[in-house]
C-alpha cells in the first residue's frame, strides 16, 4: 500500500510539473518522494504521515527562529487584521526601511519587493542604469535567483540537476555576463586588467549557499572590494542567504567589506514572500520614479510579510543571538564530524553564525571544482540514512543547511547520535 506522501506526490505530479512548486523540492538527485508536511513547530516539522523530523532546511533559509515563533504568529494576525494589501505605502514598509538602514550600515536606501530573484534582477539593473555599462561578472556555482541574466553555471537547483544554464534563456541576454571561478583572485585581476572599464556590476554570495556551503577567502573579498572600486563597477553582495543569517550584519558584517548594492531575502521576511535591495543612496536614486530605472510590484512591501520580517529581526538583534546560534551550528557540525572520524568516514563540515555546510571529502571545499570532488552517493546515502532516523537535511549535495535559535542541545544531541548511526551503516 502506498504511504500518504507518495500518494500525495503521484496526484500532484499530475497537475504540477515534477509535483514541485520549485525544483530542489523534487528529491530528484536523491531520488524517493519528498515529504509533505503539515505543520511546524521550532526544529521540527511533521508531514502529512504525522512523522516528526528535525528541520535543517528551514524553508531554505527563513525559519531562523524556527517555526510559529509566537511574536512572528501574532505580528502576522495582527497585520492580517488590518488589511492584506494596500498597493500603496505603509507606515510598516517605512519601519522596515529604517530598520534595515540601521542594521546594515553599508544601506543608504532600500526598496522593498516579493522574492529575492527580484532584488537581484533589480539590483543588476539599477548598476547598469548607474554606470551605462552592461557587462555583469558572477562566480560559477553561485546562484542569484532565476532571472534571466543569472542563469549561467549557476548553482542550487540548476547544479543539482547538472542543467547550469537554463533553456529558454536568449543568448542574447546572457551575452553580457561574464562567469568566473569563486575565491580565484588572479581570474578576477585578469578579468578587470583587460575588461574592467565595461563591467557595470560584480554580483557574489559572500559566503556561498548554492553549492552547499563554500567561504569566500579574505583576499578574494579585498581584490574584489578594490577593483570594483578602480573600476567603477558596482559591487553587489547578494546577502539573500546570509542576510541576518551569518551574523548580525551579514557577511559584510563579518568580513568588514562594504558592497555597494545589497540584496536580501530570507529571514528578511521571516517565512512570508519579501525580498529587499539596497545601498549606496547615489545608485539608488536612479530608480523610478526619481530616477529613469524602472521596477515596480504590485505586493512590493506587503503589509502581513513586513510584519513577520520585523518581528523576527527584532528578535534576531537582540544581543547573544548570533553568539548562541553560531554556537549551536558549531556543535552540530562538531558533532557530527567528530562521529564520522570515529567511523572513519570522509567527512567535513563548515559554518558560519546558523548556516553549514557537510561534504565527503576530506577537507571543506573552496571552491566549486573542490565542491564537484566531494562524493555525492555518500550524501544521497547520509541523506537517506538520517532521514529514516527522522533528520530532515536538504536533499542535494549542492544546498546548505540552516539551523535556527530553536533548535537546542537534545535536537543537536538526537541529530548527531542519528549522523553516528548513518556512519556506522555507510561503513557497514
Ligand atoms: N536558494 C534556495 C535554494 N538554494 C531557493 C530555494 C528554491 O529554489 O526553492
Redesign the pocket.
Same mark, same amino acid.
Given at each position: 500500500m502506498k504511504s500518504r506522501n507518495e500518494v500525495l506526490f503521484e496526484q500532484s505530479q499530475r497537475v504540477i510539473p515534477g509535483g514541485v512548486n520549485?525544483?530542489?523540492?523534487a528529491f530528484r538527485s536523491v531520488g524517493g518522494t519528498p515529504r509533505f508536511f503539515r505543520r511546524g513547530k521550532g526544529a521540527w516539522l511533521w508531514d502529512e504521515e504525522g512523522n516528526a523530523y528535525i528541520d535543517y532546511v528551514g524553508s531554505? $533559509?527563513p525559519m531562523i527562529l524556527g517555526h510559529c515563533h509566537p511574536e512572528v504568529v501574532q505580528a502576522v494576525q495582527e497585520a492580517a487584521a488590518d488589511g492584506l494589501s494596500f498597493g500603496a505605502p505603509t507606515a510598516r514598509e517605512l519601519e522596515m526601511a529604517q530598520t534595515l538602514v540601521r542594521l546594515m550600515p553599508s544601506l543608504e536606501m532600500v526598496r522593498l519587493v516579493s522574492s529575492?530573484t527580484e532584488a537581484t534582477m533589480t539590483a543588476i539593473r539599477a548598476a547598469r542604469g548607474f554606470t551605462g555599462r552592461d557587462v555583469v561578472v558572477k562566480f560559477e556555482g553561485c546562484?542569484h535567483g532565476h532571472a534571466d541574466a543569472l542563469l549561467v553555471k549557476a548553482?542550487?537547483?540548476l547544479l543539482t540537476f547538472g542543467q547550469p544554464s537554463s533553456a529558454g534563456v536568449p543568448a542574447d541576454t546572457t551575452r553580457h555576463t561574464l562567469v568566473l571561478d569563486y575565491n580565484d583572485v588572479e581570474g578576477l585581476e585578469k578579468t578587470f586588467a583587460s575588461r574592467g572599464d565595461e563591467i557595470a556590476a560584480v554580483i557574489l554570495e559572500p559566503v556561498v $549557499?548554492?553549492m552547499n556551503f563554500v567561504r569566500p577567502s579574505e583576499s578574494f573579498l579585498r581584490t574584489l572590494r578594490a577593483l570594483t572600486e578602480k573600476h567603477g563597477a558596482v559591487l553587489i553582495f547578494d546577502e539573500?542567504?546570509t542576510g541576518f543569517r551569518v551574523g548580525p550584519q551579514g557577511a559584510q558584517g563579518l568580513f568588514g567589506i562594504r558592497p555597494d548594492l545589497t540584496t536580501l531575502g530570507k529571514v528578511v521576511g521571516g517565512g512570508m514572500p519579501l525580498g529587499a535591495f539596497g545601498g549606496r543612496r547615489d545608485i539608488m536614486e536612479k530608480l523610478a520614479p526619481l530616477g529613469p530605472v524602472y521596477q515596480a510590484g504590485t505586493l512590493s512591501g506587503n503589509p502581513v510579510a513586513v510584519a513577520a520580517g520585523l518581528a523576527t529581526l527584532r528578535l534576531v538583534s537582540e544581543p547573544g543571538f548570533f553568539e548562541r546560534l553560531s554556537g549551536t551550528t558549531a556543535a552540530l557540525v562538531n558533532g557530527m564530524a567528530a562521529e564520522a572520524r570515529r567511523h572513519s568516514v570522509p567527512f567535513s563540515a563548515d559554518a558560519l553564525g546558523g548556516m553549514f555546510g557537510v561534504f565527503f571529502r576530506d577537507r571543506a571545499p573552496e571552491s566549486y571544482a573542490q565542491v564537484l570532488q566531494s562524493d555525492r552517493d555518500a550524501f544521497n546515502r547520509f541523506f537517506h540514512l538520517m532521514l529514516e532516523q527522522g533528520i530532515y537535511l536538504a536533499p542535494s549535495a549542492f544546498?546548505a543547511g540552516f539551523v535556527s535559535a530553536a533548535h537546542g542541545a537534545e535536537e543537536i544531541r538526537k541529530t548527531v547520535a542519528a549522523a553516528g548511526i548513518a556512519f556506522g551503516r555507510m561503513r557497514g
Open positions: 520549485s525544483p530542489v523540492r531554505w $533559509g529575492g546562484y548553482g542550487s537547483g $549557499g548554492n539573500v542567504m544546498e
